[in-house]
DNA sequence: CGCTCTAGTCTTGTATACAAGATCAGACCT
DNA sequence: AGGTCTGATCTTGTATACAAGACTAGAGCG
């Protein structure tokens, strides 16, 4: 049976990847074919999507693909380096031993799959390493806007964990975020998570640039 | 003409102001009748409202509104106290003139209203002014994820400034905010500004906890 | 040759009809 | 009497029908 989250989370899937270009209309017609239902349940979809910033409902005119531009992306992983940075505060000053207990074991899987080299996997345990320092802050609000923003920034860090060797470094970085969390250091702390996260924005900041895939990052109108 | 938008707004509006009690279900059909229109619209605003973290939908059985309770307030104030602070902090570094003066019109507008003695007109020149200091961080995501919490967040705050005389205080924290931001002393301003929205979590701690309103702060359920 | 106005078509937005799971009440059984 | 099963009713979820604004193409005019 297909869930109504379901058809939201494979859209939002779509629109994140970047299968629709910018300011490509999403048809609703063709969408409910695609997917086999009828426009209702993609009309809710997309209002969904509307309100958390991945579409832009034109009234009448139909919805497109948010599609940030650098600049956007930027300020995005900003405001995450800066989250997550909160997080690691708060964990450094409220871990649990249950907390303490998962931590370890999330890194130890990050380890294996780094030693092994397989980036891949090495990703997607760094997505739970973060997730458990986000559990171990206590904040179930601080949590869900983590976890919301991720998964925006998902491809983008994908993208550039990929380059040279981030596997390697990353590690090294989550070990001594940990350290600082165990020794309840929330500064250090605080700005170790922060840098770890802002390299990744600066580091695909550069990719892009060289790239040079991006002709109109001061375009955005108010 | 109704735009699709007031009906969310209007229904946003009433769950925020707390119209429907914890755990009551929005019923749509009676919604409908409310609100002069058909169910679809309804449940559009629902989804979006779902999304934006204000409704729970549980399949099958109906929305319900979602009432942030002690320690739920408590955190998303920890979260706007922090991306507060970060815009004050990208503000100190990237104001421009027309920030410069867009900041000083409001600062005045503050003062004439806390000098006039009205909490409510400071109140809406005090959001103002927060919004001017976003806009001043030149990163329009911070903006729009500081737009989304304030509304949250807007009843709990306009609630306790009207406790004691927070308004004569408010100004002043204002007044030293701006100095560090037009010093250039990013750090400083940051952490003004950060203190002073957490005192208003604080404040309202206080409130909550003296009105012992609040028997199942622990119910919250994974 | 290009611009504008207009009719036609297409898409979105809303209402309604229908399907299916959830709630509730009453009867039945233990 | 209490609990449980079952059917009636109600509510949500989906599909479809219809209304109304937006785009398009083509004719008419400058």
């Given at each position: 049976m297909v869930q109504r989250s379901q058809l939201r989370d494979a859209l939002e899937e779509e629109i994140v990847n970047g299968v629709?270009?910018?300011?490509?209309r999403l048809d609703e017609q063709e969408l409910a074919r695609r997917y086999g239902t009828s426009r209702t349940p993609i009309r809710e979809a997309l209002m969904q999507l509307s309100a958390a910033g991945l579409v832009e409902m034109r009234p009448r005119r139909g919805a497109v693909a948010v599609v940030p531009d650098a600049q956007r992306l930027m300020e995005m992983f900003e405001v995450a380096a800066e989250m997550e940075g909160m997080a690691a505060r708060l964990a450094a000053r409220r871990w649990t031993e249950a907390d303490n207990k998962q931590l370890l074991a999330v890194h130890a899987a990050c380890r294996r799959k780094a030693e092994a080299g397989d980036a891949d996997a090495y990703y997607y345990e760094n997505e739970v390493f973060h997730e458990a320092i986000a559990a171990a802050s206590h904040s179930g609000f601080l949590q869900e806007q983590l976890t919301a923003l991720r998964r925006r920034l998902k491809p983008y860090r994908r993208l550039q964990l990929r380059t040279h060797n981030r596997v390697g470094a990353s590690f090294a970085e989550h070990d001594a975020i940990l350290a600082a969390i165990f020794a309840h250091d929330a500064e250090e702390a605080e700005r170790l998570l922060r840098d770890h996260v802002l390299v990744q924005g600066d580091r695909f900041a550069d990719l892009v640039a060289s790239l040079a895939e991006l002709p109109a990052a001061a375009v955005r109108k108010a």
């Open positions: 629709f270009g910018k300011g490509v």
